[in-house]
Each structure stands twice: as structure tokens, then as C-alpha cells.
């Protein structure tokens, strides 16, 4: 074999295992170049979908902090409406005519057994209005389980009745305040639609 032939056969093997390294490297250089690609978009994937999470939980909690603050001002609003409702029935027991008042009052004090003697404490401005229902309420109890009427400037409408054993506060605000308990609920139903909220 000549040198010139010799040469062609190593520059021929060297070009071949050259085109093979450089296919090997250029298979490896790609495998590891789609590993590369593929752990940047999970990586990419894994932060957006973190990122995602974080903008929802987030836009999630201002949508609560909104609607609970929303609700505590519709609630502050209804509670102002039931105030002033209650205030105005206030009101309007407070001025009832003689007749009215009386019957008003007459009825609270039914719920005192007749053998119990007392007091009968109301305003001073309120004795007159009350006075005759008094007398006719004692018409039917014996003498020592009389009622009397005492005037006290601190209670402002109503009675309060004073035994020896208890005493009941049936004044106007307190009864108000007992029914307003009890029926604040229906109240608030007949004013307001039970969907308004956020």
C-alpha cells in the first residue's frame, strides 16, 4: 500500500470516527438539551401554576375582606332602620291618649296576681293618665292587696311595680327592649329582603 493510499484510508476512518463523535455528541448534546427544556418548563410550569394560586387565593381573600366588610355596613344600616322603628313605637306608646295608655298599662299589670299589694311607680307627669286605671284595678282586690301609685321622676314612661318580695320593671323602654329581643328577627324580615347581601 502507498503512503498516499495510507493517508486516504486514515484521513477516511478519521473523517468517519470524527462524524460519528460528532453525531454521538451531537445525540447526547440534544438528549441532554431536551432534558434541559423539558426541567425549565416544569420548572416554568410548577411557578406559574404557583403564581396562579397565589393571584387566586389572593383576589379570593379580598373578595371576603370586601363582602365581610360590605356586610357589617349593610348590617350597621339594618340595625340603624330596626333603631329607629323600635324609637318611633317608643314614641308612640309614650303619647297614647288617656284611654290608650291606660289599656297599655292595664295589660302589663295583669300579669300581677291580684293578692299581691304594691307600688305603682310612674313619672309624675304620668299620674294622671294612670291614676284611674289604678282605682279601677283595685275595685276588684281586696284592701291589703291594694295597689298604690307613687310618683318617681326616674321612671320616665310606664310603671314600675314595687312589692315586698319583687319588683317589675314595666316600663315603656323596657318592655320595648323585651320585644325588640323577641322580635327583631320578623321585624327585620318584613324591612329587608333576606337576599341583600354581597
Known amino acids: 500500500?502507498?503512503?498516499?493510499n495510507i493517508k486516504k484510508t486514515i484521513i477516511r476512518d478519521a473523517e468517519k470516527e470524527a462524524e460519528e463523535m460528532v453525531a454521538a455528541t451531537a445525540g447526547v448534546c440534544e438528549e441532554r438539551l431536551e432534558k434541559g427544556r423539558h426541567g425549565i418548563e416544569s420548572e416554568m410550569d410548577r411557578r406559574f401554576e404557583k403564581t396562579k394560586k397565589e393571584l387566586v387565593d389572593d383576589a379570593e381573600r379580598r373578595v371576603m375582606q370586601k363582602r365581610s366588610k360590605h356586610n357589617i355596613e349593610l348590617l350597621a344600616r339594618r340595625n340603624e332602620i330596626l333603631n329607629r322603628a323600635f324609637d318611633l313605637a317608643a314614641r308612640r306608646l309614650e303619647n297614647l291618649e288617656g284611654d290608650g295608655y291606660r289599656q297599655?298599662?292595664?295589660?302589663?299589670?295583669d300579669q300581677i296576681p291580684e293578692e299581691v299589694p304594691g307600688e305603682a311607680i310612674c313619672?309624675?307627669?304620668?299620674?294622671?293618665?294612670?291614676k284611674p286605671l289604678i282605682e279601677e284595678i283595685n275595685k276588684s282586690r281586696a284592701g291589703d292587696s291594694e295597689i298604690t301609685l307613687v310618683s318617681d321622676d326616674e321612671v320616665e314612661s310606664g310603671i314600675v311595680f314595687r312589692s315586698e318580695s319583687f319588683e317589675i320593671d314595666l316600663t315603656v323602654c323596657t318592655r320595648l327592649n323585651e320585644l325588640r329581643e323577641e322580635l327583631t328577627p320578623e321585624v327585620a324580615g318584613m324591612i329587608?329582603?333576606?337576599?341583600?347581601t354581597i
Not at 1 to 4: F, G
Not at 192 to 196: A, D, P, Q, T
Open 1 to 4: 500500500m502507498s503512503v498516499e
Open 192 to 196: 329587608f329582603s333576606k337576599n341583600v
Open 123 to 130: 313619672h309624675s307627669g304620668d299620674i294622671e293618665r294612670i
Open 104 to 109: 297599655l298599662i292595664g295589660e302589663w299589670l
